[in-house]
DNA sequence: TATTGTTATACTCTATAACTATA
DNA sequence: TATAGTTATAGAGTATAACAATA
């Protein structure tokens, strides 16, 4: 079948959630890549940040600042732990404490530093007044 | 454990990336919920809004619209026949083209509507000049 | 050769329910 | 009773590889 002669019409593109989800989804990507290297996940990189900036916090704390479910925190807690990124002590009989190791500290910095420059990527985009919708379409769209 | 007696500090509140991410999450789920009771997810609501807009379109087209892999298209619209929302037609002996019911116009035009009443919702908290990092913020911390 | 639809598969993220041990 | 951590599980969404039929 011969290709569409004009592009598809796309309803969708009238509606700025729709852009806020592909813009969203664009930039996750990008990071996840940047922080690739770094072979750690945008989530494993989020907790790692929290905890460098509270120490001695549990899992449940972290869960509730970055809206990820307790259940959901005890392999990405395990995973830190595993690769030496976060040690966890004994609070008392029920709660542990989670604090970066040497190597989670040194991790972490490489990470927000990573954050960072992908912030600085899309700033500019983001930016200005007016035309949000057009805005977050720049992201999507770019390449 | 006595809770902390401050609020966990979150050093990903300083990056826009993170508001965008936690808005397009809580607006993705507030409009989940309102198609939920129209037996339909996000996902086959997009794709009955591209097909109206666009009669007897390919699934491969309808994909790259939306972002969507061709072999994640197959149960999409397998899904959509089986509702008996769409129907497929032979275009040549390989391409098939999808084409809405008039159950699956109907079903379109009510999603419509919601998309509609959703964004209304959120419009006011993503305009006006500057401030986006709070005003995205407002979206994933309203209740 | 390239494209369409398909199957199979796998990984991530997210979600709930239920259990234990402790407060 | 409520909370912290855990286990098991299930559903989305997303990704790749490979195949058959067809252009």
Redesign the interface.
């Known amino acids: ?1 011969a290709a ?1 002669a004009e592009p ?5 593109e009238e ?3 729709y852009h ?6 664009a ?2 990507a990008d ?1 996840a890549q940047r922080l690739a290297s770094l072979d750690v996940t945008v989530a494993e990189a ?1 907790v790692l ?2 905890i ?3 120490p001695a ?2 899992q449940t ?2 869960g ?4 990820i479910k307790r259940a959901n925190m005890v392999p990405l807690a395990a995973g830190l732990m595993r690769k030496g990124l976060v040690v966890r002590k004994a ?2 009989g029920r ?1 542990h404490t989670l604090t970066l190791t040497e190597a989670g500290r040194r991790l972490m910095l490489k990470a ?1 530093k990573s ?1 960072r420059a ?2 600085a990527h ?2 500019p985009l ?2 200005g ?2 035309g ?1 919708r057009e805005r977050l379409k720049a992201i999507w769209t770019a390449r």
Chains 1, 2 share one sequence.
Do not use: F, Q, T
């Open positions: 079948m569409r598809l019409k796309n309803p969708l509606r700025v959630g806020l989800r592909r813009a969203s989804g930039m996750m990071l989020s940040v929290v460098g900036a509270n916090v549990s704390e972290i509730r600042a970055l809206a609070a008392d709660s927000e954050m992908h912030e899309y700033l983001l930016g007044d007016g949000l």
